[in-house]
């Protein structure tokens, strides 16, 4: 007997999306029909501040490269199977997404291993696809998982506490933003839209769906600022360029500016907001990381310091700690690398020359 192959429009659009490097988005996933728990509609956030015309936002300046070094290499011998997701807690904990393997390895400040959370299956603390961790105020890890449509959350000592999202009918979602008080921010990539929810896991308000410049189109990822803005990518739009997107703690449009790439892939681009308020975004083609100043007038580009490495495989998503450092996640090296200015990162103390051998006595 012939199986029956044919699958639901949100099976087919997880398939696509989460199959890297399979083209989606623009090319191979397009969002053709609305998911049985469809998203809710929401006339966006039009109200606030608007620095950006409806005909777009502008490019900022391209400023010189700052160079980056590498001041740690985790997961070396942790066995990570195309890891897609990197987050760092209030005490310097790493968490990476072992997205291939199902679970989250949790790594000390040293970059040791101590621990590991979740396996494969369906159950309370489980993963079908461990996609993109986050974190809050006080250590409670947070769990995208697209392929079971919900997030998990795990209390600072690693037990399952409960989940949130799944009534929320997501279609593909694609990234995950945790501010310090618990208030989550999905970007749901096929349902055109950001949902937000309380710390109590209820959802906030309505979608964000729309801006002064149109509809949300496919968002890719989101982050808060110390602030509590919400930082929205959206990878193209009808212009044919992607844009980063700001809104208030309410939901409320604050401006908007366009980035420097535009990928058609799995890999889109990925964002963090460290605790000065610059904003980074990976920047895809090149391998490379970009950062904004918070108006998003100046960006600069990130490169790695001499003899370091000259970009990154692939990059998956990155985090920001309240030091500054830097974390990205390199999903073909299956690596997380920490990453910080050459003048703050720790200088190694000379080698000790060896003491000098005793001449030997001469023979009489």
Known sequence: MIR????????????????????????GCKKTETPVAGPATGTGQGSGTQSASAAGPGAPALGAAEPLVITARLGEKSHLLSPRGVAVDPSGNVFVADTGNSRVVKFDASGREVAV?????????????????????????YVLDPRRGRVSIFGNDGKYLRKIGESAGFYSPAGLAVAKDGTVAVADTGGNRVVVFSPDGQTRGEPITSTPQGKLIQPTDAAFDAKGNLYVVQPTGPNGK?????????????TAWVIT?????????????????????????????????????KATPLAFAAGDMDRFRRIGNI???????????????????????????????????APEAAPKPRKK
Request: glycine residues 10%.
């Open 242 to 254: 992607g844009t980063l997107y700001r809104f208030d703690p309410e939901g409320k449009y604050q």
């Open 261 to 297: 790439n535009v990928p058609s892939t799995t890999d889109t681009p990925r964002l963090a907001v460290g605790p000065d308020g610059r904003v980074y975004l990976s920047d895809i083609e090149h391998g490379h990381l970009i950062a904004y100043d918070p108006e998003g007038k």
């Open 117 to 141: 959370i979740g396996r494969k299956g369906s159950g309370p603390g489980e993963f079908e696809s461990a996609w993109l961790p986050a974190v809050d105020g006080k250590g409670q890890l």
């Open 4 to 27: 029956n192959r044919v699958t639901t429009t949100r099976q087919a659009a997880a398939a696509c999306l989460l199959a890297a490097p399979l083209v989606w988005g623009l090319a």
């Open 319 to 353: 985090a920001v700690d309240e030091k500054g450092r830097i974390f990205v996640m390199d999903v073909d090296a299956a690596l997380a690398y920490r990453l910080e200015k050459p003048e703050a990162a720790p200088v190694q103390p000379p080698k000790a020359a």
